[in-house]
């Protein structure tokens, strides 16, 4: 029985190019910033959003971490959506090692923050308040079911947060599936951001990494906090040769996961019982169960059945289509999950 991960997009594995790509790269001391892979890497991520330089990270939750500390003072307060990634899995680590305030402003269905509760959440200048910093947008939107920020909405954020002489952060861990669903460069969606994250490791299936573009005064701040939280990866140039595959070869056929997306949400609203998002607009793909069967059993016996899930707590479910993930693969899934809601009903 083939196991179906849809856990995560995470889950993905390098492809045959990726491994070769690693195993011939030419490599050097990343700290020293001669590693020639990592260098290239860098060059090539900073021109694909149009700023000035880039850093190279372990990981999403690294890059948040570094963005935040390097555009940020202890005892600022940051500006964040209540379902943010940022907010929700990096085990608090801007407030824990940057001393800032987090303050979170409910999140639409659709990811945004809306512009009137982002004025309402900006401090103004007051003895008593933190002083508002730093906004923190997220695109595509994790917890908001893959949701997309498109550009007018981003230059509207921005706009008011550089008002206020707040900066401004997108965690696009999942940016190119915003572009891909959006149908335009990933570039235009950052445009107005002084940084921007994004993950190599998920749907673009690299091993490891993510990169922080922004201005080059920013990039030295990063690079600095990346070697403070112990970043320096020495001879990276191995995990950066995936990353330049990914990159070249891996944006475009996204829309292939958002095709199977809507496939298993399509399958899923004919399940008697299933509640299943309104809209898939990426890779994302969010429903309930039936109150008469228990989340805990039923992630147990599809576990058991060869189809892995993400729970969200209660009987609340998360799946994620990837390269991993073929069409053929997503209808097995829904005859399994069928069958399995059958024997527990």
């Known amino acids: 029985m083939k196991v179906i991960d849809l856990r995560s997009d995470t889950v993905t594995h390098p492809t045959d190019e990726m491994r070769r790509a690693m195993a011939e790269a030419e490599l050097g001391d990343d700290v020293y910033g001669e590693d020639p892979t990592v260098n290239a890497l860098e060059k090539m991520a900073a021109e694909m959003m149009r700023k000035e330089a880039a850093v190279f990270t372990v990981s999403g939750t690294m890059s948040n971490l570094i963005s935040v500390l390097a555009q940020t003072g202890r005892g600022d307060e940051i500006i964040v959506g209540s379902e943010a990634h940022l907010f929700c899995y990096e085990v608090g680590g801007a407030s824990a090692l940057g001393g800032v305030m987090v303050h979170t402003v409910p999140n639409t269905t659709d990811g945004r923050i809306t512009i009137e509760d982002l004025e309402k959440a900006i401090r103004t200048k007051n003895i008593h308040n933190p002083p508002s910093a730093l906004l923190c947008l997220e695109n595509t939107h994790n917890r908001c079911g893959g949701a997309v920020l498109d550009a007018d909405y981003i230059s509207a954020a921005a706009g008011l947060a550089h008002r206020y002489s707040l900066r401004v952060h997108i965690d ?113 793909v969010l429903f309930s169960l039936p109150p008469t069967v228990s989340g805990d059993v039923f992630v147990k016996e599809m576990s058991n059945r060869g189809v892995k899930l993400s729970p969200r707590g209660g009987r609340q479910f998360r799946a994620v289509t990837h390269r991993m993930v073929t069409s053929d693969d997503i209808d097995e899934a829904l005859s399994r999950i069928d069958a399995c809601l059958g024997s527990l009903r």
Do not use: W
């Open 172 to 284: 696009g861990a999942r940016i190119f599936n915003a572009a891909v669903a959006l149908k335009m460069p990933a570039s235009e969606l950052v445009k107005d951001a002084d940084s921007v994250s994004f993950c190599l490791s998920k749907g673009l299936s690299a091993p490891v990494g993510s990169l922080v573009c922004g201005n080059h005064e920013f990039i030295d701040r990063a690079r600095k906090y990346r070697k403070m939280v112990g970043g320096g990866m020495r001879q990276a140039g191995v995990l950066a040769a995936a990353g330049l595959v990914a990159l070249r070869t891996m944006i475009d056929r996204l829309s292939e996961d958002h095709e199977n997306a809507r496939r298993l949400a399509d399958g899923l609203r004919q399940i008697v019982g299933l509640i299943v998002a309104e809209t898939v607009p990426t890779n994302i």
